[in-house]
C-alpha cells in the first residue's frame, strides 16, 4: 500500500504530521478523525507539492492532462474541511488560496461567490461538465438535499481515486509496448529507406544475381522510397475512411461489440467496463440518489454502447417493478460471477455494498489480466520485431557474401 504524508491539528490546536501507510488518502483522514485530530494536508509520498516557479509549467502541460489532477485534490481538501467544520464558503476561500492552476483557480472562486449568492453547489458544479462530471453533480446534489454533504465528498474522493489509480494502471501497462512498437518501426524504416537503397546501386553494378530473400527487400524498397506519397495518401483514406464508419452507428456498434469479443483484449474491456459500472452505480446509490436516476448517471460513464444499452434495459426494467439482474443475464455482457453477486445483494438489501464489492473484484481481475496481457505481448513484440530486423541483416549479409563469388 502506499505511504502518505499528513498535517493534522489536534483540539488544542497543535500541529502534528508524520507518515502513514493506507489504501486511500481518504482512510488516512478516517484514520487521523478516529484519533480525535483534524486533518490538514494528506499527500502520497513522492507527490508533494512543487515550487510555485513550476506551476507555469504545470499549467501550460496540464491543457494535455485530464482534469483529474486538479479535481482529485480539490475534492479531497473539501471533504478534510467540511469534516473539520469548516463551513463549505470558507472551505471555498481556503482551496481558492491554494490552487495553482489558473483556469482552475478561476472556476473555484466562482463557485465561491454563486454559494455566498444563495445558489446551491450543484447548480454552480454542473456549470462546468469539462471538470465536473454528471455523477459527480448527482452526488453532491444528493448530499446537499439530505444535509451529509461531507460524506458525498468523501465518497467522491474515494470514487475518483479509484479510477484513477485503473485508468493509471492501464497506462503504465500500455507504455512498454507502445514505445516499443514506435522504436522497432523506425528502426525498419531507416533500413529499408536509408540502409537498403545504399547497397542497390553496388548490386545493381555488379550484375550479380542475389539471393530471393535480398532481391524481395530490395523490391519493398525501392517501392517504399518511389511511391511513399501513395503510401501516405492511402493510409490517409484508409484512416478517414474507418473513422467516417465508425461515425455511423452501425459502424460504432460494431466496433464496440468487436472491443468485447477480442481475444485477451476482450475480456480484460468487460472487467474494467463491470468494474466501472460497478464502482459508479454503488457510489451513487450509496449517496443517497435514487437509483433510476443513479442508472441514468452510470449509463453514461460507458463508451461502449453495448453496454449502454444493457443499462439502458435495466432501468427500463425496474421502472416497471422488476429487478436488476435479469436483463442483464440476458444482455450476456456481464460476467455471471458480477450478476449473481448483484442479485445477491438486490435480495439481502445491500445493493449499493455488493456494487462496491464487485468494483474491487474485478478490479484486482483486470490487474491481473493487464500484466498477463503485458507478460504475453512483449516477448512476442520482441520477437516479431527482432526477427524483421534479423531478416534484413540477414539478407545484407548473404548478398554481400554472395560477391565473394564473383569472379575478379
Same mark, same amino acid.
Given at each position: 500500500?502506499?505511504?502518505?504524508?499528513?498535517?493534522?491539528?489536534?483540539?488544542?490546536?497543535?500541529?502534528?504530521?508524520?507518515?502513514?501507510?493506507?489504501?486511500?488518502? @481518504? /482512510?488516512?483522514?478516517?484514520?487521523?478523525?478516529? *484519533?480525535?485530530?483534524?486533518?490538514? $494536508?494528506?499527500? &502520497?509520498?513522492? =507527490?508533494? %507539492?512543487?515550487?510555485?516557479?513550476?506551476?507555469?509549467?504545470?499549467?501550460?502541460?496540464?491543457?494535455?492532462?485530464?482534469?483529474?489532477?486538479?479535481?482529485?485534490?480539490?475534492?479531497?481538501?473539501?471533504?478534510?474541511?467540511?469534516?473539520?467544520?469548516?463551513?463549505?464558503?470558507?472551505?471555498?476561500?481556503?482551496?481558492?488560496?491554494?490552487?495553482?492552476?489558473?483556469?482552475?483557480?478561476?472556476?473555484?472562486?466562482?463557485?465561491?461567490?454563486?454559494?455566498?449568492?444563495?445558489?446551491?453547489?450543484?447548480?454552480?458544479?454542473?456549470?462546468?461538465?469539462?471538470?465536473?462530471?454528471?455523477?459527480?453533480?448527482?452526488? @453532491? /446534489?444528493?448530499?446537499?438535499?439530505?444535509?451529509? *454533504?461531507?460524506?458525498?465528498?468523501? $465518497?467522491?474522493? &474515494?470514487?475518483? =481515486?479509484? %479510477?484513477?489509480?485503473?485508468?493509471?494502471?492501464?497506462?503504465?501497462?500500455?507504455?512498454?509496448?507502445?514505445?516499443?512498437?514506435?522504436?522497432?518501426?523506425?528502426?525498419?524504416?531507416?533500413?529499408?529507406?536509408?540502409?537498403?537503397?545504399?547497397f542497390t546501386g553496388i548490386f545493381e553494378d555488379l550484375g550479380q544475381t542475389l539471393p530471393t530473400s535480398t532481391a524481395i527487400l530490395l523490391s519493398v524498397s525501392q517501392f517504399i522510397t518511389s511511391y511513399w506519397w501513395l503510401l501516405l495518401f492511402f493510409l490517409i483514406l484508409s484512416v478517414l475512411s474507418i473513422r467516417g464508419y465508425l461515425g455511423t452507428?452501425?459502424?460504432?456498434?460494431?466496433?464496440?461489440?468487436?472491443?468485447?469479443?477480442?481475444?485477451?483484449?476482450?475480456?480484460?474491456?468487460?472487467?474494467?467496463?463491470?468494474?466501472?459500472?460497478?464502482?459508479?452505480?454503488?457510489?451513487?446509490?450509496?449517496?443517497?440518489?435514487?437509483?433510476?436516476?443513479?442508472?441514468?448517471?452510470?449509463?453514461?460513464?460507458?463508451?461502449?454502447?453495448?453496454?449502454?444499452?444493457?443499462?439502458?434495459?435495466?432501468?427500463?426494467?425496474?421502472?416497471?417493478?422488476?429487478?436488476?439482474?435479469?436483463?442483464?443475464?440476458?444482455?450476456?455482457?456481464?460476467?455471471?460471477?458480477?450478476?449473481?453477486?448483484?442479485?445477491?445483494?438486490?435480495?439481502?438489501?445491500?445493493?449499493?455494498?455488493?456494487?462496491?464489492?464487485?468494483?474491487?473484484?474485478?478490479?484486482?481481475?483486470?490487474?491481473?489480466?493487464?500484466?498477463?496481457?503485458?507478460?504475453?505481448?512483449?516477448?512476442?513484440?520482441?520477437?516479431?520485431?527482432?526477427?524483421?530486423?534479423?531478416?534484413?541483416?540477414?539478407?545484407?549479409?548473404?548478398?554481400?557474401?554472395?560477391?565473394?563469388?564473383?569472379?575478379?
Amino acid at each position: 500500500m502506499p505511504i502518505f504524508k499528513y498535517e493534522a491539528s489536534d483540539q488544542e490546536g497543535k500541529l502534528l504530521s508524520g507518515d502513514m501507510e493506507a489504501k486511500t488518502s @481518504v /482512510a488516512v483522514i478516517d484514520h487521523l478523525r478516529q *484519533l480525535n485530530l483534524y486533518p490538514i $494536508r494528506v499527500t &502520497e509520498e513522492g =507527490e508533494a %507539492e512543487k515550487s510555485l516557479a513550476a506551476a507555469d509549467v504545470r499549467e501550460i502541460f496540464s491543457r494535455f492532462r485530464g482534469k483529474a489532477h486538479l479535481v482529485i485534490p480539490f475534492t479531497i481538501q473539501i471533504a478534510t474541511m467540511l469534516d473539520s467544520g469548516v463551513p463549505l464558503d470558507r472551505a471555498l476561500t481556503i482551496v481558492h488560496e491554494v490552487v495553482l492552476d489558473t483556469r482552475f483557480k478561476e472556476i473555484v472562486r466562482k463557485i465561491r461567490g454563486n454559494i455566498q449568492a444563495g445558489k446551491s453547489l450543484a447548480d454552480t458544479l454542473s456549470e462546468y461538465p469539462r471538470y465536473f462530471s454528471p455523477l459527480y453533480v448527482s452526488i @453532491v /446534489a444528493a448530499g446537499e438535499f439530505g444535509g451529509f *454533504l461531507e460524506v458525498s465528498f468523501r $465518497r467522491l474522493a &474515494e470514487y475518483l =481515486e479509484e %479510477e484513477e489509480r485503473l485508468k493509471s494502471q492501464v497506462k503504465s501497462a500500455m507504455i512498454y509496448p507502445i514505445l516499443l512498437t514506435i522504436v522497432g518501426g523506425v528502426v525498419v524504416m531507416v533500413l529499408l529507406t536509408f540502409v537498403l537503397p545504399r547497397f542497390t546501386g553496388i548490386f545493381e553494378d555488379l550484375g550479380q544475381t542475389l539471393p530471393t530473400s535480398t532481391a524481395i527487400l530490395l523490391s519493398v524498397s525501392q517501392f517504399i522510397t518511389s511511391y511513399w506519397w501513395l503510401l501516405l495518401f492511402f493510409l490517409i483514406l484508409s484512416v478517414l475512411s474507418i473513422r467516417g464508419y465508425l461515425g455511423t452507428e452501425p459502424g460504432r456498434y460494431q466496433w464496440d461489440r468487436m472491443k468485447i469479443t477480442l481475444p485477451l483484449i476482450g475480456d480484460l474491456n468487460k472487467k474494467i467496463a463491470v468494474s466501472r459500472f460497478s464502482r459508479t452505480l454503488g457510489t451513487l446509490i450509496d449517496s443517497g440518489v435514487p437509483i433510476l436516476q443513479a442508472l441514468l448517471v452510470a449509463k453514461e460513464t460507458f463508451q461502449n454502447q453495448i453496454f449502454a444499452n444493457a443499462i439502458q434495459e435495466v432501468h427500463d426494467s425496474l421502472r416497471e417493478g422488476e429487478s436488476i439482474a435479469p436483463p442483464l443475464r440476458e444482455r450476456e455482457v456481464f460476467p455471471p460471477m458480477a450478476i449473481h453477486m448483484i442479485a445477491v445483494g438486490e435480495e439481502t438489501g445491500r445493493l449499493s455494498q455488493m456494487l462496491l464489492k464487485v468494483a474491487d473484484a474485478f478490479e484486482n481481475e483486470a490487474g491481473t489480466a493487464i500484466k498477463n496481457m503485458i507478460s504475453l505481448i512483449e516477448p512476442l513484440m520482441i520477437l516479431f520485431f527482432g526477427g524483421l530486423v534479423g531478416f534484413v541483416v540477414l539478407s545484407l549479409l548473404l548478398a554481400i557474401t554472395s560477391l565473394n563469388e564473383l569472379p575478379f
